[in-house]
């Protein structure tokens, strides 16, 4: 999806030259009104924003007033010399950060909006003071080839002042401003032929929307008209109108009819990412007076995912838990959710007419925030200072209760952009949760993971290893991101090369091979269902694994509430290439025959391995082996790990790096494999997994699953819940059901095969 989109992208920038050469000018650019201010707010709707701040948001503007008045009067940027590595930290100078430069860009803008709250001419002279420092530091960082910020949100401000305070400039003040601050937008562009600027993030249509592409938009609204800087800032205006579309474009298709918003890293997709298209929305609206949300509207969905990813925790239920996805640090997996309220306003804001049940859903999700507060203040995060005064809480919208969604008989989710399909027991804190990785579209910040599972109750009993840490060392490139950190099947080919992932470089041999894992990040889903017994998925990962694999298939059963069995159809082109099948787990596991068990905090874990019949299971890890890969442990940054341990103690949980993992190897060199094994997740009270008997038929595997104790029309029975797999051919299989009376009588019975196609899902769905 991204090659094409960006081709789209290509052809749709190639139009605009052709237009321009032409001397045409798009239609929507006679739209935009020629006044000031037009960015975020205008002349009618200023009034609207003033009196919020001295009514809802008064606190807010009080304590923006008081950060202003600390502002100096002669403000200086610094750090704008040659960029310097940070010591004790370089591995590679390519992928180590250097500091931002310290400039005064969100500060202006809030000088303006002081100016602009209270005619106070301080504030203003304050704000001219920091534009006029501003753009010299940024010619300075400029002309030393560094970037000003890995973020385009202070210069984004810098050109919001310029606009807010546009009427109190001289003619000399203005030039003097807003010139130098368009021709920067322009300098930092990544055309052809220019030299690299250090740590500039150029950000495509695919990423998050804050780097510097971001910026033409901005810079040509500012300037469009004003007679100072005309052409520059009308091309600007047109190439970043082409790229901010095919950016909503491609957030509104990866969201698809269940939600998702460009990657399934809840670090990016609920950190700055929102943040990215709610600006071009306010800008838009605010220069043309048209709500660009009805364009997109399957965005609307994103709290839906949002409510998928989320894990409540009983002990703090304004800091939820999530699977640990992604390139995610994985200390608490804490899920990363302080400036979800401000987003999810936003989303209120502007879609609640185009999908109230997504509305709903996102007020609900809302109210639990960390920094909702009472009433209808709140202070933001995003760093831009204006979103306090632009809306407030819409008391229209209706949320769900709490337990409305909790009570949801919906067990399953898959997303089909994001390749994540969850499955749970229920939405409490003691319930069960997994999430399945298979059959992404949108590769952003994953990692070679496909097919691999993570399961919660209690604590993250199964979980991704590892940890992007300080990005300085090389657990995030030969360890993190591989499939060796991951609960998949490993394929040991002798000398193939690694598989590519960001990171600093390793120059030793242990870093040139690929230990036994993926080369590719999208395999496909086969098969997808959910009932209120079981959710069954199927994810065929072997095109991933390269000329190694013959087959890769997953088949991931979550049986309600608590059991999972997975069965692995895997075969080597090599009888020699050795496999292995992975559990990661934080602590050490105990190994009693066939049985695993590994304990966290309150939570347990039972993996029972009834295929192969000869396999022999090894424990890997402990101190000097947490990541283990390639003869090599691959360390994480020791420092960096100790501070957050002491975050972990003070939190109560984690870390959830993986320092454990089970090992399962089948007996014998064979090419062809059946792996077939049974979880059971449960609290540290219970002595043993689920009653288990293999089950084998002429062309199947299986297992049953015995659940004594259960009762059928008031009488007691043990019920038996076979999961039969194709060993061969088409993939899919059967399951029965049995329940038995105490004389061990069949008194009822069903039998219903497993799936084989994908069943689609649509919206918000509560039932």
């Known amino acids: 999806m991204s090659m094409l989109l960006c081709q789209r992208g290509l052809t749709l920038f190639v139009a605009l030259a052709a237009v321009a050469a032409a001397g045409e000018k798009p239609e929507w650019l006679g739209r935009i009104r020629r006044d000031h201010p037009r960015m975020f707010f205008n002349k009618e709707t200023w009034p609207a924003v003033k009196a919020r701040a001295e009514g809802p948001e008064r606190e807010a503007r009080d304590a923006l007033l008081k950060r202003c008045d600390r502002y100096p009067d002669n403000p200086v940027c610094t750090g704008t010399g040659q960029p310097k590595d940070r010591p004790g930290l370089t591995v590679d100078p390519v992928h180590t950060g250097i500091p931002s430069i310290n400039e005064w860009g969100i500060q202006s803008a809030e000088c303006a909006l002081a100016w602009r709250f209270t005619g106070d001419a301080k504030y203003l002279a304050k704000a001219k003071a920091m534009l006029l420092a501003n753009v010299k530091g940024y010619d300075e960082a400029y002309a030393n080839r560094r970037a000003v910020n890995w973020y385009s949100t202070t210069r984004v401000n810098s050109l919001c002042a310029y606009d807010w305070i546009y009427e109190a400039l001289t003619d000399d003040e203005r030039r003097a401003i807003i010139v130098p601050l368009v021709r920067h937008c322009e300098d930092v562009q990544p055309r052809k032929g220019r030299p690299a600027i250090r740590r500039r993030n150029t950000g495509g249509v695919t990423a998050g929307c804050y780097g510097v592409k971001n910026l033409m938009w901005y810079a040509g609204l500012a300037a469009l008209g004003d007679g100072y800087c005309d052409e520059l800032a009308e091309n600007l205006i047109v190439e970043g109108h082409a790229f901010h579309q095919e950016v909503l474009k491609f957030r509104s298709d990866s969201a698809g009819d269940d939600g998702a918003l460009g990657t399934g890293t809840p670090g990016y997709a609920m950190g700055v990412y929102p943040v990215g298209h709610f600006n071009i929305f306010h800008t838009w609206l605010s220069a043309t007076g048209e709500n660009l949300a009805g364009r997109y509207r399957p965005m609307a969905l994103y709290p839906n995912w949002v409510w998928w990813m989320w894990i409540p925790d009983a002990a703090k239920p304004d800091a939820p838990l999530f699977h640990g996805y992604g390139d995610s640090n994985h200390t608490n997996n804490r899920l990363p959710i302080g400036g979800m309220y401000e987003h999810l306003q936003q989303y209120i804001h502007f879609f609640k007419e185009y999908d ?203 049986v309600q509430p608590d059991f999972f069995v997975v069965y692995d159809r895997v075969g080597a082109s090599d009888p020699a290439y050795a496999k292995q099948w992975l559990l990661h787990t934080q602590n050490e596991p105990e190994v009693e025959g066939r049985v695993v068990r590994a304990d966290s905090r309150e939570g347990r874990l039972f993996c029972e391995t009834l295929l192969p019949k000869d396999a022999a299971i090894e424990l890997v890890g402990g101190p000097g082996k947490e990541f283990w890969s390639n003869g090599k442990n691959w360390e994480i940054y020791d420092k960096w790990m100790e501070s957050e341990r002491r975050t972990c103690a003070k939190d109560g949980r984690g870390p959830y790096w993986g320092e454990w993992r089970a090992e399962t190897h089948p007996g014998a060199a064979r090419a062809d494999d059946r792996f077939l094994h049974v979880l059971t997740a449960t609290d540290v009270r219970t002595p043993r997994g689920v009653q288990t008997r293999l089950v084998e038929e002429a062309d199947r595997d299986g297992v049953m699953l015995v659940f004594p104790g259960k009762v059928l029309h008031g009488k007691p029975v043990t019920l038996e819940t076979t999961f039969l797999f194709n060993r061969t051919g088409a993939v899919g299989g059967e399951v029965r059901f049995e329940a038995r009376d105490a004389s061990g009588k069949i008194c009822a019975a069903k039998r219903q095969p497993l799936a084989e196609t994908v069943t689609p899902q649509k919206g918000v769905l509560l039932k």
């Open 356 to 558: 109230p049940d997504a509305a709903r859903l996102a007020a609900t999700l809302a109210e639990m925030c960390p920094n909702h507060t009472v009433g209808d203040t709140w202070r933001g995060g995003s760093g831009f200072p204006a979103y306090p005064f632009l809306f407030g809480r819409d008391e229209t919208v209706k949320p769900f209760t709490r337990e409305e969604l909790s009570a949801s008989p919906v067990k399953a989710r898959q997303f089909e952009q994001l390749g994540q399909i969850f499955m749970r027991s229920g939405w409490e804190p003691d319930s069960t949760y997994a999430l399945l990785v298979g059959g992404t579209l949108m590769p952003m910040h994953k990692h070679l993971d496909e097919g691999s599972f993570t399961i919660y109750k209690h604590d993250l009993l199964a979980l991704d290893s590892g940890s992007r840490a300080a990005q300085t060392d090389w657990n995030l490139k030969y360890y993190y991101a591989q499939s060796v950190a991951h609960n998949v099947v490993l394929i040991q080919k002798p000398g193939e090369p690694l598989s590519g992932h960001w990171g600093p470089a390793y120059k030793g041999p242990e870093g040139k091979n690929n230990y036994g894992g993926m080369y590719g990040r999208m395999a496909k889903v086969l098969a997808f269902e959910t009932n209120g017994r079981y959710s069954y998925a199927a994810v065929d990962t072997g095109a991933l694994y390269g000329e190694k694999c013959t087959e890769n298939v997953r088949q991931f059963v979550h």
